[in-house]
C-alpha cells in the first residue's frame, strides 16, 4: 500500500503527500501582504498528519511574518463543513480581517456562516482554503485556496505503488508535492484600509 495525503510518524512505508508548510507560507504571505493583521483561523484536527503541519506551519508563518496567531482567534475540529460554520460563529464575534481554512470543506462552511450572517466576502473578511478541491471553483464559491492536482497525485501514487509491487524490498520513498495558491473571488485588503483606499 501507498499512503496518499497522510503519513505516520516514522517513515515506514512509501507515501504521496503535499508540502503543506509551503502552502501555508504562501498564504500566509498572501494574507500578511495584503495588509491583514488581525488574522484567525479554522483548524482541522490536529490527529491528522495534514491537519497538524497545516496548524503548526500556518502559525510559525504568520510569526515569522510579524503578526502572530492569537489563541482566542483560533477553532478546530474536524474537516468538515459544520466546523467551518460554528467556526466562523465564534471567531466573528472577534471581528478578524481574514480566515485561514485547514481544508477547503472548512472553509465552504465558514462562506456558509458567512452568508447566514449578512457578511460579506472578501469585503468585510477575506476567507482562504486548502486543497483546491473542484467544489471551490464553483461559481457560488470561487475559493482563493492552496493545493494540488489531485490526478497528478493519483498518478504518482499508482507509480509508487507499483514499484512496490514489482520490488518489496526497495527503499521507501516518500515524494512530496508542492502545492500552488490559486487566487479567486474570497480575498481582499482589510476593511480600514480598503474603505480608506477607495
Known sequence: FVL??????EPLYDAC????????????????????????????????STGLARRTGFARAVERLGVGLSNTLTFSGPFSSSTGFQGFHYLWEQRPTAIFCGND???????????SLGVKIPEDVTIVGFDNIPM?????????????????MAITAVGLLMQRMEDSDREVQRVVMEPQVTL???HGRPRDTASSNS
Request: proline share 1%; no cysteine.
Open 136 to 152: 471551490s471553483s464553483w461559481n457560488m464559491f470561487e475559493l482563493t485556496t492552496a493545493g494540488v492536482a489531485l490526478d497528478e
Open 4 to 9: 496518499m495525503n497522510r503519513e505516520t510518524s
Open 105 to 115: 470543506v472548512i472553509a465552504l462552511g465558514a462562506m456558509s456562516a458567512a452568508a
Open 184 to 186: 479567486r473571488s474570497t
Open 17 to 48: 503527500v503535499v508540502n503543506n508548510v509551503s502552502g501555508v507560507w504562501d498564504l500566509s504571505k498572501l494574507l500578511v501582504g495584503l495588509g491583514h493583521e488581525r488574522i484567525g483561523a479554522i483548524f482541522g484536527p490536529d490527529t491528522a
